[in-house]
């Protein structure tokens, strides 16, 4: 079957623009290219790509979209890999050929591209304008060959591609120019450049096909594991790599002659970062290798070293070191062959206390191999650190964890890990803020530090002062063995463990190299057999809800040791508590996950609780259903604490609401007769939902001209009002802010704009009260500048109800958006973003599920295929975005 596509499209090269010519020796043209001239020839001796008729090669020439995918094509046939599934698939796609008038000669192999995903739809747009065929882009055609060849190698993000003008490739083209460049088929000019958006010529893809026809008949992998690594005094490496195809690269690599880079070519690295059982890319230039990108995460200092931290002193045989994680300073003697490296190469004692001389102003880091020796001190044995190599680099700042003391709007305090030392940093003024790895401000760290018990991370820069704090709810680890997981599967092969909601495999290899110990009161060293027993459990006594881990790795990050122990033990084996504590605002509760504002982490709830499990303050009835209701009503807000056992599943939940509006539709004081209804309140939020809330015997009002018992008559019934509560989660204050009651007011509703200073409603224009309230139920947004703002903005069209007082100002406005459109951002929990020529706006949207199946999309993912593309936002009657 290939050998009879192959044929045909042999056929199709002499029908259409690539006719076939008797022999590369006859090329009258490849003059014009010398740089090319041999690889032209090549090409056409293996049948890759033919001649003129007339005998010319036109090497200059621009290929289009289509010949490219009859080159691609043709590639992949003669190298043995086409996917048999995507061949005689013309009849599937001879519609959209048409529609988008692809060359007759060339419908058999785009066909093909598009069933073997080489093409997408929304490339054949490109193929032709009238009817006349485009020259396709370096970079389009560099998306052929790179998905034409994901099927062997790797794609990654492409954010390591380093050409000058990277920045002009396309993010859909960056991963697969990342791929060409790493396996060596492209490079950039003489210039660095790329030249993304250039036109390819027949002569650049000859050698594209060539440098592909000889990576794919060689069968060239280049991915492999360093099985081996030998430092010649950090003069140069020796390093064995088990390539994936089974053949093995033996290298000689110095600083000099390779570079190393991370896995997304982001950072260039030295070769002393590489380490035994590492995953590595190598890139080829032929069949020279010029890089390496360690597809690893690079090993920490953390686990490369004996001890980390930044030199205090080196002097009189002599080094301190303050680690960086307690920073406390410990003394090492220097052993009489220490060897000392700076930025991985080999260097001497006097050069570091030189570098250490010249860099007062910055902080000199060092990673240590150690050894102990039992020795006499003045006259008593005793063990004395030596330090056997120092690996040295300057850093401009330095990194320390801790958990927080207190956290002010300038200056965070913590005591370091590890130790007493208490520690403090004032921020720098473009200090960044993070929760976890979302980019947060000092508000949000500072409110989370108010929440419990968290833990920072602080970098500070060479004037002392934090340029980055992140804060999370767990410690920071050093290592893995350091953390506890819970087990989810283990045997022979592998062990599967969780935490924080993450599952991970860990892959044995051999158990023979493993030492397990489990906790029967004491930990005990058992066989795998042994440990395995433990986790299966024996006989009844042996039954156990959840087993917990810790686990020791090696410096390849391969597991030395197994630490297991029972639910109920883990407090006395791990040292630490079996629950763990939680409380702040709730962001919401969906899919049966509690999440708090300040947090990153989702908490699982039970499917029932016991009447001492949950409480929710101020409310007559304590039920799941009542707390999710609060939990994703934008018009309340839930306060609350929890406590969670090691599978971060809650175990009690105390909460009470803390602030809340919307329609009074019935207050009942300390004199109602009925004892149920006496000192309750029932609210009706924006969403429909109606809350029953208890309130404090008399609630304060904010007015002389009503108090709790006019609230209790008729006439208030309806009316809007802001509620505020005590740490009971009782209402204390009852603030009516829309009523026939409040003398002077009119509602008006329609459209808005704006009239100079002035907002217009339904054509009339009112001025502005200087404490002019808004709400919405389709944005967050709530200052009286970002609403002017969206006025403003012709993309967006609100409606409002609003309250006018006796001086003709708005007081209080209800707005929803009736229509808005723009360029798609992101959909994220509940809102969508989008870009119009102003700014980015918000808006909320119904459910997920609901909004899925109203713009046809089958999964949250989809909504990345809309990123970047002009939509139309359309709302429902309740302000909320329901489709688009």
Same mark, same amino acid.
């Given at each position: 079957m290939k050998r009879k596509m192959a044929m045909a499209l042999a056929a199709v090269l002499v029908a259409g623009s690539l006719p076939v010519t008797a022999s590369a020796a006859t090329f009258t043209d490849i003059n014009e290219v010398s740089w090319a001239s041999s690889t032209i020839q090549a090409v056409s001796d293996k049948g890759l790509i033919n001649g003129y008729e007339d005998g010319t090669f036109r090497a200059k020439n621009n290929v289009t979209y289509s010949e490219a995918m009859v080159m691609v094509y043709n590639l992949m046939s003669k190298t043995g890999n086409l996917k048999a599934s995507a061949t005689n698939t013309l009849s599937i796609y001879q519609s959209v050929l048409n529609t988008y008038k692809i060359p007759t000669w060339s419908q058999s192999t785009v066909a093909y591209g598009l069933s073997a995903q080489i093409l997408m739809a929304a490339d054949l747009p490109k193929f032709t304008t009238n009817g006349v065929s485009n020259p396709a882009t370096r970079?389009?055609?560099?998306?052929?060959?790179?998905?034409?060849?994901?099927?062997?190698?790797?794609?990654? +993000?492409?954010?390591?591609?380093?050409?000058?003008?990277?920045?002009?490739?396309?993010?859909? +083209?960056?991963?697969?120019?990342?791929? !060409?460049?790493? !396996?060596?088929i492209v490079t950039g000019d003489d210039s660095g450049n790329f030249n993304p958006t250039a036109n390819i010529t027949r002569a650049e893809m000859a050698v594209m096909m060539n440098k592909t026809y000889d990576l794919l008949s060689n069968e060239l992998a280049n991915t492999g594991e360093i099985t081996e690594i030998v430092n010649h005094d950090g003069d140069y490496y020796d390093v064995d790599v088990k390539m994936d195809n089974g053949e093995r690269n033996r290298l000689t690599l110095s600083d000099d002659n390779i570079s190393v880079y991370n896995k997304d070519g982001s950072r260039e690295l030295p070769i002393s970062s590489l380490t035994k059982g590492d995953r590595v890319s190598l890139v080829f230039d032929g069949l020279v290798i010029t890089k390496i990108y360690l597809l690893d995460e690079e090993a920490s200092a953390q686990e490369k070293? &004996?001890?980390?931290? #930044?030199?205090?002193?080196?002097?009189? %045989?002599?080094?301190?070191?303050?680690?960086?994680?307690?920073?406390?300073? @410990?003394?090492?003697?220097?052993?009489t062959n220490c060897t000392y490296y700076l930025d991985g190469k080999k260097t001497t004692e006097s050069a570091i206390k030189d570098v250490i001389d010249d860099n007062s102003d910055k902080y000199v880091y060092a990673g240590l191999y150690t050894e102990t020796k039992n020795e006499k001190v003045d006259g008593k044995r005793q063990d004395v650190l030596y330090a056997n190599a120092v690996y040295v680099t300057v850093k401009d700042e330095y990194t320390q964890t801790g958990e927080v003391t207190d956290f002010t709007s300038t200056t965070v305090y913590y005591k370091a890990s590890g130790s007493n030392a208490r520690k403090s940093a004032d921020f720098a003024s473009d200090c960044e803020f993070y929760i976890g790895d979302k980019k947060s401000s000092a508000k949000d760290l500072e409110e989370m530090a108010e929440s419990g018990t968290v833990y920072v991370k602080v970098t500070v820069n060479s004037k002392g002062k934090a340029t980055k704090i992140v804060m999370t709810e767990d410690k920071f680890t050093d290592n893995t063995a350091s953390s506890t997981y819970t087990v989810k599967g283990f045997n022979k092969d592998r062990i599967i463990v969780?935490?924080? %909601?993450?599952?991970?495999?860990?892959?044995?290899?051999?158990?023979?190299?493993?030492?397990?110990?489990?906790?029967?009161?004491?930990?005990?060293?058992?066989?795998?057999?042994?440990?395995?027993?433990?986790? =299966? %459990?024996? /006989? &009844?006594?042996?039954?156990?809800?959840?087993?917990? +881990?810790?686990?020791?790795? =090696?410096?390849?990050?391969?597991? $030395?040791?197994?630490?297991?122990?029972?639910?109920?033990?883990?407090?006395?084996?791990?040292?630490? +508590?079996?629950?763990?504590?939680?409380?702040?605002?709730?962001?919401?509760?969906?899919?049966?996950?509690?999440?708090?504002?300040?947090?990153?982490?989702?908490?699982? !709830?039970? *499917?029932?609780?016991?009447? &001492?499990?949950?409480?929710?303050? %101020?409310?007559? @009835?304590? *039920?799941?259903?009542?707390?999710?209701?609060?939990?994703?009503?934008?018009?309340?807000?839930?306060?609350?604490?929890?406590?969670? /056992?090691?599978?971060?599943?809650?175990? &009690?939940?105390?909460?009470?609401?803390?602030?809340?509006?919307?329609?009074?539709?019935?207050?009942?004081?300390?004199?109602?007769?009925?004892?149920?209804?006496?000192?309750?309140?029932?609210?009706?939020?924006?969403?429909? *939902?109606?809350?029953?809330?208890?309130?404090? *015997?008399?609630?304060?009002?904010?007015? =002389?001209?009503?108090?709790?018992?006019?609230?209790? $008559?008729?006439? #208030?019934?309806?009316?809007?009002?802001? !509620?505020?509560f005590n740490n009971d989660g009782e209402i204390s204050k009852i603030i009516v802010t829309d009523s026939s009651y409040n003398s002077g007011t009119k509602r008006v509703k329609g459209t808005a704009s704006l009239d100079g200073s002035k907002i217009k409603i339904d054509g009339k224009s009112y001025s502005w009260d200087s404490k002019t309230y808004i709400t919405s139920s389709s944005f967050t947004y709530s200052t009286k500048d970002m609403f002017e703002r969206m006025l403003q903005d012709k993309d967006i069209e609100v409606y409002v109800e609003a309250t006018i007082s006796d001086s003709n100002k708005v007081e209080r406005i209800n707005a929803r958006v009736e229509s808005a459109e723009g360029e798609f951002v992101e959909y994220d929990s509940g809102s969508v973003v989008i870009e119009t020529d102003s700014r980015k706006w918000s808006f909320n949207t119904v459910s997920k599920n609901t909004l899925l199946k109203n713009c046809g999309l089958d999964d949250e993912k989809d909504f990345e295929k809309k990123e970047g593309k002009n939509v139309t936002l359309e709302f429902n009657s309740d302000g909320l975005v329901e489709e688009f």
């Open positions: 970079q389009d055609v560099a998306v052929m060959f790179g998905r034409a060849l994901s099927e062997k190698y790797d794609i990654y +993000a492409g954010t390591g591609v380093n050409y000058n003008d990277s920045w002009r490739i396309s993010d859909e +083209a960056m991963p697969y120019v990342d791929l !060409l460049t790493r !396996l060596g070293y &004996d001890a980390v931290g #930044y030199i205090y002193s080196l002097k009189d %045989g002599y080094l301190n070191l303050e680690s960086e994680n307690t920073g406390e300073t @410990t003394k090492y003697k220097i052993n969780s935490r924080g %909601g993450t599952s991970t495999t860990y892959e044995f290899g051999s158990t023979s190299d493993i030492t397990f110990y489990i906790w029967e009161g004491k930990w005990n060293e058992v066989s795998f057999k042994g440990a395995e027993s433990f986790y =299966d %459990g024996d /006989d &009844d006594e042996d039954d156990y809800d959840t087993m917990y +881990a810790r686990m020791n790795f =090696d410096k390849s990050g391969k597991i $030395t040791a197994i630490y297991m122990a029972k639910d109920g033990d883990r407090e006395n084996a791990f040292g630490e +508590a079996e629950e763990t504590e939680r409380k702040g605002t709730v962001e919401y509760i969906k899919d049966g996950k509690l999440k708090f504002k300040t947090s990153s982490t989702e908490y699982t !709830l039970q *499917s029932k609780y016991d009447e &001492d499990s949950l409480e929710i303050g %101020g409310a007559p @009835t304590s *039920s799941l259903t009542v707390l999710t209701r609060m939990a994703n009503c934008d018009d309340v807000t839930l306060y609350a604490e929890i406590k969670a /056992d090691g599978n971060n599943k809650i175990t &009690d939940i105390e909460a009470r609401l803390t602030a809340a509006e919307g329609k009074m539709i019935e207050y009942n004081g300390k004199d109602t007769s009925d004892s149920d209804k006496k000192n309750t309140l029932t609210l009706e939020t924006s969403d429909g *939902s109606q809350f029953k809330l208890k309130t404090v *015997s008399n609630p304060k009002t904010d007015s =002389d001209d009503y108090d709790a018992e006019d609230l209790q $008559t008729t006439g #208030y019934r309806g009316s809007s009002v802001e !509620l505020e």
